[in-house]
């Protein structure tokens, strides 16, 4: 049994919480809205996540010292604009050497910072043992105890191997790799290909062009990830294609979501209070692009998406040009 401390009371947050209750881990919540954590005593059920039962055993609070003290690990899903004012707090009460599991994903606008990077630099130079944790999973499906896999990744592959033995069970397979920028990269660009899907089915396309915008999706972030010293492998895993396909293919992810009903004809803003929810990929999105640019990485379905939301452009338009662009061998990125 692990002493765990969760960080972040959203769908994610309590479904991975309620698992590794489950499973027999001494789980502690936490949320910076108190209002939350009054609910979730008082019913032992999240609003988004209504077929979920929170088992009796599960413990919260409110007070962020008493969530960071006393825990073997601590899971980190707070959304990526909130995530470094959280850690700022949270860092005078985190031991020297804990495990700290980031579980959100993107890069935070203005610094261009994998969230992991971002909780270590808050850090103040207290070193924390940092691992990244993805891969193909919907909130709604660990909530019902589907089976389901991770990547632990750090390059403390102790601290991987820590977190693989820990949120390893029957139904919850865990792999372990050395690349978490790799990790953090697929993280963000799956959330943005995700908008982009979603559009598509707005405007009425079917499966062959998706399944085609997800492929070249991943060739997008694999060429960028090689720049930046990524592992090709780590693309092609799950953390890469399996979490893009599973959120660029299912209407459970708030990012498709978001992108069909922009598809369909609102605008940004009414589509993200349609949602309610946190959707990643605009946050991250202008951070994704500055990273690209930097790095001389062409990224066109990226430059699509920021295209429509940002710059006012039809999605039709956007994809015709697209599609009559310039077309070579398909092992030459342009």
Known sequence: MKK?????????????????????????????LPQEIDDLIATKRHPNLPGMIVPDEMRYTKDLEEVCTGKDMLLVIIPSVFLRGTAKKAAQFIPENTIVIEGAKGLEKGTNMTLSQVFEEEMGGKHIRSVVLAGPTH?????????????????DQEAAKAVQEAFSNDITRVYTNDDPLGVCLCGTFKNILALASGMLLGLGYGDSIRAALITRGVMEMTHLGLKLGCKRETFMGLTGVGDTIV???????????CGKLIGEGKTLDEALKEVGQTVEGVNTLPAALELSAKYGVNVPLTQAVQDVLYNGRDPRKVLTELMTSPAGCEYDFV
């Open 4 to 32: 765990i401390g969760v960080l972040g009371a959203g769908t994610f947050g309590m479904s991975m919480a309620r698992m590794l209750c489950v499973h027999g881990n001494d789980v502690q919540v936490w949320s910076a």
């Open 139 to 155: 909130a709604e499906e660990v909530a019902l105890d589907q089976p389901m896999c991770f990547v632990a990744s750090s390059k």
């Open 247 to 257: 959120t660029a293919m299912s209407l459970n992810s708030r990012n498709c979501r």
